[in-house]
Structures are given as structure tokens and as C-alpha cells.
């Protein structure tokens, strides 16, 4: 007959902490135009960064220059138009 021994309790050995919690989403005191600025530019950055990326290793390793060539624009795109949606709301 085996006896397993009790479970270890980890919070029994060491002092006792508080850990704080993380303010959610929602307490944030950041205008609604400023958030959806922030995430139109975070999706921009996100889509122009892949799509680069992704053409480019289409052209330089599989040689599909027209696919390649057209994400990589779209790419730059993405990203200047980004770019220049930051700098219109940061001037403005």
C-alpha cells in the first residue's frame, strides 16, 4: 500500500506579499480619437511591416518578383501612409 505524501504549499514558506493588479483596459483616461488614432496606426505599422517583409523573401528566395514586387509596395505603403497619418495628427 502506498501513501502519498501531502501537497507542497509554496505560499507556507516566505513572507506574504500583496501583488498588485493591473489597471484594465477601460480605466484609461486617453481620449476616444487618440485611441482610435493609436490603433489605425498600430494596424498600418503591423500591415506594412509584414506585407515588406513577406515580399521581399518572396522575390529574394522563391524569385516571384511580380507577387514579391506588389506586397513589398503595398508594404511601403502601408507604412508611409501610417507615417504620415501620425505626423498629420501629431502637427495637427
Known sequence: MSVEPEEFDPD???????IPEAPGPSDTNA?????????LLVLMANVGLFALS??????????RLQFGGSLTVIGVAALLIGYLRYRNHRNG
Open 12 to 18: 507556507a514558506v516566505g513572507p506574504q506579499i500583496d
Open 31 to 39: 481620449p476616444p480619437e487618440l485611441q482610435r488614432t493609436f490603433w
Open 54 to 63: 513577406l515580399g521581399v523573401l518572396f522575390v529574394v528566395f522563391r524569385g
